[in-house]
Each structure stands twice: as structure tokens, then as C-alpha cells.
């Protein structure tokens, strides 16, 4: 592909040759229809009124973008199936993408009208006297073209042209702001080298070996051989599924297995871990890295991300674009930040897609995907798998079938893997425990030590306050910094060795991923998987016989509506009643995990689907959006970060280590160390309801600096025991 003629004299951003931009963009893939995009994405700079805002002789923006897509139409070498895909990607890439068809009904009913006005016909003129060339150019017969694209619309509404739309936007916006920052085309991170994972995999296996000392297992050794087996000879695959009892070691099995994978294909660049809360995040991180290294793991959500303002310079902040585009070979995430990269329409999304081709990603805990979502998002990953090269490992202690859902996935895991398991745990039904007080009562007579997980942060708290306390009882919510919350787990953990009698109150945060083993358990109603998850938390090791894990009704704070009171889970996720009919005699842990393949089967066939796959060959971009966020979370409060700080200036003293470190390296180095600092930055920080802050703020002295807000050290609102304890009766927070 040949780059247009263009003076130097003419810029792209302030004092950067234009010529220099599109050179570098289109350079960042070896991909024809890529450089295609670049080409034509900017060619509206080259107006005289985009010169002159350029060259600050005037605070007036222009557009940009849809005169590259138009000039393309008239200027394109064939008009074949990647055309459309091109041509949004020029006209969108700084935007999001919408629905497709509708967008072509506009631009077919003169839905521009500076199209056909003087100043239109004037500034293309300017344009293609500055790239010297003649289009040829008509605005009817534009209109023409797209009344005929929309008339055949059905001829290339697919799911292969879905992909090439995904994969024309998104190169572009990430090569477009890569090369804004950095002045160089995008360079994506070099496949893994075969002796950096054996080092890994030498790491990983010294680690076990010595957890087995400490605790020895004979049947966590024979299911790890016994995955690893399968794995060994299974035939070519990109999804591998692992159904697996908790305390067997998941996590630890996935990364290895990751790694092999890397290792087998030669192929990989990443290994990406998705769970689905923030606050389960910290402990997955801190293992990876205690194997990886410290600070070569990105923990990714959305207290990661920063307000991107419209102004293209503070767009392409540096502070943050490489954390955005997961530029890391080892990234933690949440499944919202998975799937969003997957089906979002948004800008700041997709700039990342691209970054998940020739991956290695982990989907831990994946029954916590509603279930009106699973069977689609199950499919749609392995058209995702087979089109950007990605092998995935799909984990559950609780997971439904998905085998009959797939054309080419291997189990891992075998039957036995149940069959085997001791009995550590029996559920039971407590329809007497219905408000805090009988609950209260029930912890305080327990003399053993004791596990209580509620549905959300306001009901802990409720909870914590109520009961008897001693030294020996700890509450956990995402409303403690994850410094705090990091301690105070190590500290149950050694108590509990110790052989105290602890009693914890806590949020889901404790379901998955922290490694702690209580007598007894008490679980708040939620969905069933949820509810095996904690029961995991109980008699971990097996070592007391079978302990009881007691399940009691929905909690209700005074003045709760229905919905709030169910939060943070969806009825069709609860299957209450059928739950609740399973427990109508105590069920031990064996007799549950035997019949789970039943259970889930029964509820997967109650319950109505929404289709994802629809919208997406259909091209409906926007739809797809919506569709995902109506069914994927209940609706939550907007939230805010808040830093808690621990001493006098402890905010600004990040801020001063930040602007030291541009002003002494250089910015790819700077870069780097600001990641770092980042993640320094988190250990402090924790993610509030908006109007809670703003009702609070001026009352109790919370500050505002760089878009976080910021609570004095040594403020009686927050302590380490309790967290941040303002009232919540304005809105229920649930978990992050």
C-alpha cells in the first residue's frame, strides 16, 4: 500500500509531521486492510481549519474522521467484504461502534446535509489538494452507494463480517493511540520463550512440593496428575474445561497449565486470568506473583481505570494507556473487563482486543456468569478462540455441563474427582434464622470457629456490630483497603492454625481464592454455586469429620425494598425454590457433588437464554452492549475511588514520586514505574457509592484530588477492624 503525497508542513498532532503518524499506524500490523484504515483515518487534519486548531490559531474543533470515510468511497481500490469494516473503522475510530444497519440508513437518506453545502465541497477540495489527488467525488452517488448496502444489508450481516468489523476498529484505535503516545508504530509483546516458562513451571512445582509437606494430600496429587494426563492426550483443542471440587488447588493447576500451553503451542503472548469480583482479585494476584515475580502481574479492574477526558492529549494519557491495553504477559481481570473487551462497543474497550489475540485465558468460577447468559458466552468463546488464536480454560468447583454447548472442548477433570472426595461439610436449611438478631444469637452461643458470608456490605457491618466481640473476630467487606484486608487474612490464617476460635464476618469477597478452614459456616441464600463455594471454606482439609454449614433466609434491613434485599443476585440466578426443596433434609458434601450435573442440568433447562449470537450477526454493536449490561449484574450505584490515606500528605506524596518520575526518565521508562506506582496507589484505595461521597464529603472533610477523593489519615470514619463506616442508608452497596 502506497501512503498519500502530503507536505510536511502539515500536522497530525501538535508539531508531529502527519506523514510520520500514518507511516507508524499503518506499520503497526502486517495486515493490507489495516493499512487501508490508516490511510484514510485522518485524512480530514488536513483541512485548514483542523491546521489551524493544530497550530493553536484557534480553540475550534473540526471533524475529522467522516471525511477520511467519505474520501475513501470514491477513492477505495475494490469495494470487497472487508469494505464496510474499513470504512466504519475510519469514521468510528473515535467513537463507538454502533448498529450497523441503522448507521447505513442514515448516511443513505442525507442524513448530513454538509455533505451538499459549499463549505463541505470546499474543504474536500482543500484535502485533496493537500494529498494531491482527485477523487472525483459526488455526494449522490455516495447516498447511492449506501441506499444499495442498505437494501442488501442480510448479504453480509454475519458473524464473520462481525469479526472483521472487531478487528478493523480496534486495530486502528490501538494503533492510532499507541502512536500518538510513543511517536512508533504498535509493537505487541514477543511470544513466550520456552526458558522463561520453565523457570515458571520449576517455581510452580517447588511450591507444591512443598505444600504437600506441610499438608500432605494423595488426592490432590492424583487429580493434578490426572488433569495434566488428560491434557497430554487430548486432541487439538482451544477450550479446556476443568469441573474440580474446591481445595484441590485450581489455581496453582491453572497458571501451570497455562504455561504447558504457552509452552506446547510456541504461540502465546499472554496468560490472562478472569474472576468475577474485585474482591477475590487480591489473593489470585499475590500468589501469581510470589511464582512470576513481583510486579510482572497486572491486576486489572475498574478502580484500574482513569476519566478520559475529550481532549486527544489527556485521551492518550500515558500514565495509563499501557495498563489499558494489557501490555503485560500476565494479567489478573474481572469477567466484566473480559467481556467487555469481547463485546463492547466502546472505544476504550476495544483498544484492548487486540491484545487477547495468541492468549492463554483462564475463566475461573465461571458458574458466577448468570446463567440467561452462559450458554451464549460459552459459545461466543470459542468463536473468540478459533479467530484470535486463544486457548481457554474454563474452571468451576459447581460448573454446569457445557460439553454438549461446544463443537471441540476436552474435560479435563474426571468423575471421580467427586466420587472420591471425603465428606468435610453437611448443608442444612435454617428457615428459623430470619432477621439479625436470631442470627446474632446463633454466632455468639457457637463456640467454635465460625464462618458467617452475607450479601453485602451492609449487612456485615449490621452483623459485625451486633455480635459479641473479642480479639478473635474480624470482619472483611471491600469497604476496608485491600492492605488491611491482605493483613487481616494472613492474621485469621495463622490464628486459625493456632487453633483460635475465630469468628469472621465477611462479604462474598471470601468465596473463592483466600484459603482459610473454619468448624462451622453460616451462608446467607444465594445461587447454589455461590453457597459450595463458601461451604468450601469449612473443614477445608477434611481433618474434623463432617462439619455443618447452615443456610438461612435473606437478611432485611428496615426500610429495604424486595429488590435491595436480594441483591447482589438475579431470581432466575437464586432458584430459590428448587434449592430450597434440595435442602429439605441435610445434604452431605458427596451426595451434593454426585448430583450437581443434575441439579444444573434442571435449572439450565428452566431457564430461558438470552442470545447474544444475534445481535452479533446482525452487526448490532450497540444492541450487543445493552444486552450484556441488562443481563450480566444487577444494576449498582455509580461508583467512586476513595484513598484512605495513613499518614499526613500520603496522596500527595504519590503524586510528587509521579511527577519526579517523568521529569527523570524517559517516557517509555516512566511509564513502567508509574505502573508500579499504581499498584501502590490501590493498596489504599477502595470503591464507594458516588452518593454517598457526595453527601458526606463536606460534613466529614473528604477531599478531591485528580479525580479521586480522598479521606484524612487517622479519621474516625475508617479503621482497620471495620472499614470505611459511614451510614449506608442512602443506597445498598452490594460487592465491587
Known amino acids: 500500500?502506497?501512503?498519500?503525497?502530503?507536505?510536511?508542513?502539515?500536522?497530525?498532532?501538535?508539531?508531529?509531521?502527519?506523514?510520520?503518524?500514518?507511516?507508524?499506524?499503518?506499520?503497526?500490523?502486517?495486515?493490507?486492510?489495516?493499512?487501508?484504515?490508516?490511510?484514510?483515518?485522518?485524512?480530514?487534519?488536513?483541512?485548514?481549519?483542523?491546521?489551524?486548531?493544530?497550530?493553536?490559531?484557534?480553540?475550534?474543533?473540526?471533524t475529522h474522521a467522516i471525511e477520511g470515510g467519505y474520501l475513501f468511497i470514491f477513492l477505495a481500490e475494490e469495494r470487497n467484504f472487508d469494505f464496510l469494516p474499513i470504512f466504519f473503522s475510519i469514521v468510528k475510530h473515535h467513537l463507538s461502534l454502533s448498529n450497523i444497519k441503522e448507521d447505513i440508513y442514515k448516511y443513505s437518506n442525507k442524513f448530513d446535509n454538509n455533505f451538499e453545502k459549499e463549505n463541505w465541497i470546499k474543504k474536500i477540495s482543500i484535502i485533496e489538494k493537500n494529498l494531491h489527488l482527485n477523487s472525483g467525488h459526488n455526494a449522490d452517488e455516495f447516498y447511492k452507494l449506501f441506499k444499495k448496502f442498505y437494501n442488501n444489508f442480510s448479504n453480509f450481516s454475519n458473524i464473520e463480517t462481525f469479526f472483521l468489523f472487531k478487528e478493523r476498529y480496534s486495530k486502528l484505535i490501538l494503533a492510532d493511540k499507541f502512536e500518538a503516545i510513543f511517536n512508533k508504530?504498535?509493537?505487541?509483546?514477543?511470544?513466550?520463550?520456552?526458558?522463561?516458562?520453565?523457570?515458571?513451571?520449576?517455581?510452580?512445582?517447588?511450591?507444591?512440593?512443598?505444600?504437600?509437606?506441610?499438608?500432605?494430600?494423595?488426592?490432590?496429587?492424583?487429580?493434578?496428575?490426572?488433569?495434566?494426563?488428560?491434557?497430554?492426550?487430548?486432541?487439538?483443542?482451544?477450550?479446556?474445561?476443568?469441573?474440580?471440587?474446591?481445595?484441590?488447588?485450581?489455581?496453582?493447576?491453572?497458571?501451570?497449565?497455562?504455561?504447558?500451553?504457552?509452552?506446547?503451542?510456541?504461540?502465546?503472548?499472554?496468560?490472562?486470568t478472569a474472576i468475577p469480583f474485585t474482591s477475590i482479585i487480591d489473593q489470585t494476584h499475590q500468589e501469581y506473583e510470589n511464582i512470576l515475580g513481583n510486579g510482572s502481574v497486572l491486576k486489572y479492574h475498574h478502580l484500574t481505570k482513569y476519566k478520559i477526558d475529550d481532549d486527544e492529549k489527556e485521551q492518550f494519557s500515558q500514565k495509563v494507556f499501557l495498563t489499558d491495553i494489557w501490555h503485560e504477559q500476565f494479567i489478573v481481570t474481572t469477567f466484566n473487563q473480559l467481556l467487555y473487551t469481547l463485546f463492547s462497543n466502546h472505544n476504550r474497550d476495544n483498544v484492548r482486543?487486540?491484545?487477547?489475540?495468541?492468549?492463554?485465558?483462564?475463566?475461573?468460577?465461571?458458574?458466577?456468569?448468570?446463567?440467561?447468559?452462559?450458554?451464549?458466552?460459552?459459545?461466543?468463546?470459542?468463536?473468540?478462540?478459533?479467530?484470535?488464536?486463544?486457548?481457554?480454560i474454563i474452571m468451576s468447583a459447581t460448573m454446569p455441563s457445557f460439553e454438549d454447548l461446544l463443537n471441540n472442548s476436552v474435560v479435563l477433570s474426571e468423575n471421580w474427582f467427586y466420587n472420591d472426595k471425603k465428606n468435610r461439610y453437611r448443608l442444612h436449611f435454617k428457615p428459623d434464622i430470619n432477621d439479625f438478631e436470631t442470627l446474632t444469637d446463633e454466632i455468639n452461643s457457637?463456640?467454635?470457629?465460625?464462618?458467617?458470608?452475607?450479601?453485602?456490605?451492609?449487612?456485615?457491618?449490621?452483623?459485625?456490630?451486633?455480635?459479641?466481640?473479642?480479639?478473635?473476630?474480624?470482619?472483611l467487606t471491600t469497604h476496608q483497603i485491600p492492605k488491611h484486608r491482605k493483613a487481616i487474612i494472613r492474621l485469621i490464617k495463622y490464628r486459625l492454625k493456632k487453633k483460635h476460635k475465630i469468628k469472621l464476618i465477611s462479604t462474598q469477597l471470601?468465596?473463592?481464592?483466600?484459603?482459610?478452614?473454619?468448624?462451622?459456616?453460616?451462608?446467607?441464600?444465594?445461587?447454589?454455586?455461590?453457597?459450595?463455594?463458601?461451604?468450601?471454606?469449612?473443614?477445608?482439609?477434611?481433618?474434623?469429620?463432617?462439619?455443618?454449614?447452615?443456610?438461612?433466609?435473606?437478611?432485611?434491613?428496615?426500610?429495604?425494598?424486595?429488590?435491595i434485599k436480594r441483591l447482589p443476585y438475579r431470581d432466575i440466578d437464586l432458584q430459590k425454590n428448587n434449592t430450597i426443596a434440595w435442602l429439605e433434609t441435610p445434604l452431605e458434601e458427596i451426595k451434593i457433588l454426585k448430583n450437581l450435573e443434575t441439579y444444573f442440568t434442571k435449572i439450565k433447562d428452566e431457564t430461558s437464554n438470552v442470545d447474544l449470537l444475534e445481535p452479533m450477526q446482525k452487526l448490532e454493536f450497540k444492541s450487543l452492549k445493552q444486552l450484556l449490561d441488562e443481563n450480566f449484574m444487577p444494576k449498582q450505584p455509580w461508583k467512586v475511588s476513595l484513598f484512605i490515606e495513613q499518614k499526613e500528605n500520603h496522596f500527595n506524596e504519590f503524586i510528587e514520586k509521579r511527577t519526579k518520575i517523568f521529569e527523570e526518565n524517559n517516557k517509555f521508562d516512566a511509564i513502567k514505574l508509574v505502573k508500579n506506582l499504581e499498584k501502590d496507589l490501590g493498596l489504599y484505595t477502595i470503591s464507594i457509592n458516588n452518593k454517598l461521597i457526595e453527601e458526606y464529603r463536606t460534613k466529614y472533610n473528604i477531599k478531591e484530588l485528580f479525580g479521586r477523593f480522598i479521606l484524612y489519615p487517622k479519621s474516625k470514619y475508617y479503621t482497620k477492624r471495620g472499614g470505611f463506616n459511614l451510614n449506608l442508608t442512602i443506597e445498598e452497596e452490594a460487592f465491587s
Open 510 to 563: 471470601i468465596e473463592a481464592g483466600v484459603d482459610l478452614d473454619f468448624d462451622v459456616g453460616y451462608r446467607e441464600f444465594a445461587p447454589f454455586g455461590s453457597i459450595i463455594q463458601m461451604a468450601g471454606r469449612v473443614n477445608r482439609e477434611g481433618k474434623t469429620g463432617i462439619s455443618d454449614v447452615f443456610i438461612f433466609d435473606f437478611l432485611e434491613i428496615k426500610g429495604q425494598s424486595k429488590e
Open 1 to 62: 500500500m502506497n501512503l498519500f503525497k502530503v507536505e510536511k508542513n502539515l500536522w497530525s498532532h501538535p508539531d508531529k509531521p502527519y506523514i510520520n503518524h500514518i507511516r507508524n499506524i499503518a506499520n503497526s500490523f502486517d495486515d493490507e486492510a489495516h493499512k487501508i484504515s490508516a490511510k484514510f483515518h485522518d485524512i480530514g487534519k488536513l483541512s485548514n481549519e483542523f491546521q489551524r486548531y493544530i497550530r493553536k490559531e484557534t480553540n475550534k474543533k473540526t
Open 185 to 272: 508504530s504498535y509493537d505487541n509483546l514477543d511470544y513466550f520463550k520456552d526458558k522463561e516458562i520453565e523457570e515458571h513451571l520449576i517455581k510452580i512445582e517447588n511450591i507444591i512440593s512443598k505444600k504437600q509437606k506441610e499438608s500432605p494430600s494423595e488426592y490432590r496429587t492424583k487429580a493434578r496428575e490426572t488433569i495434566f494426563r488428560n491434557y497430554k492426550n487430548a486432541t487439538d483443542t482451544n477450550i479446556y474445561l476443568i469441573k474440580a471440587p474446591t481445595g484441590i488447588g485450581k489455581t496453582f493447576i491453572a497458571l501451570e497449565l497455562a504455561l504447558k500451553i504457552a509452552q506446547d503451542k510456541g504461540d502465546k503472548r499472554r496468560i490472562i
Open 353 to 392: 482486543l487486540e491484545t487477547l489475540r495468541d492468549s492463554v485465558i483462564i475463566v475461573d468460577e465461571v458458574q458466577n456468569i448468570p446463567r440467561v447468559l452462559i450458554s451464549s458466552i460459552i459459545k461466543i468463546f470459542e468463536l473468540f478462540a478459533k479467530e484470535y488464536n486463544i486457548h481457554f
Open 446 to 475: 457457637n463456640d467454635k470457629s465460625l464462618l458467617c458470608v452475607v450479601n453485602t456490605i451492609n449487612k456485615a457491618k449490621t452483623l459485625y456490630n451486633a455480635i459479641e466481640k473479642n480479639n478473635d473476630c474480624y470482619l
